[in-house]
């Protein structure tokens, strides 16, 4: 009995330890946009083997879903596609939040279409007369092309849902704030976009450039009808030559501190921006990587 009794407290005592030490574990909540979820899960499981007290809990949904959450305090990191708008900063304020941002890297914003489609190149004007509400262009010839396999040279319009940071990108850039054009096909995330468009040869999509495949061709934009067009890469993304080249930005409430900082400024060094340049994205600044 006494033995039994000894058994029983010392695995009490252990469970009791095991748990103690799960509790002195800190977690870093990270929420937002899909554009940049794949990254900040990579830093995440880099940094737990740096720093295995510290965990960084990711999830996506949205730039909209990060800033909400950043708004309700319910997130240390919100993850952006998408500057903060005036409003947000408005509601977040007034919730007792400070929104406070920082550019973690560069994205270009890279249309899509299927390898197939002859098409090579594009002016934002033809974009802003394809996607927007006063648009006039809704069939592949009317750019000077025959898709094969395309019926009707109906253009697919694959877009992305309204809570992106993508999609609000988008919109300001290439529509000039006008409203979409109604009937396209809206996609929860940056990967649907382009699988989508890789199996359909009637369609054209936009995403962040880490999504792009060898199943789809991605066009070279320009800013004018007739002017020179502009590769989407990793360089012209950080030389800010391509016509929809954009800032990725996490925000913070009020000056990161504590392990929130330490995590921001690891990501921000040349260890973390290497991992953002190994996913596709540009850095924020010229880094030597092993």
Known sequence: MKLSKLLLLAAAFTVCISLTAQASNKVIQNKGSDTLVNVAQAWAEEYRKINPEVSVAVTGGGSGTGIAALINGTVDLANASRKIKRKEIKQAKNNGQNPMEHIVGYDALAVFVHPDNPLNSISIDKLAGIYGEDGGITKWNQLGVEVPGCANQEIIRISRQNN??????????????????????????????????????CTIGYSGLAYATDHVKMECISN???????????????????????????YTNGEPAGDVKIYLDWILSDEGQCIILKKGYAPVRAVTCK
């Open 164 to 201: 992106s940071g993508t999609y609000a990108y988008f919109r300001k850039a290439v529509l000039k704030r006008k409203d979409f054009k109604s009937g396209s096909r809206d996609m929860h995330g940056s990967k649907d976009v382009v699988d989508i468009v890789e199996k359909t040869p």
């Open 224 to 250: 004018k009808e007739g002017g020179d067009c502009v590769s989407p890469s990793v360089e012209t993304a950080s030389n800010n030559s391509y016509p929809i080249a954009r800032p990725l930005f996490m």
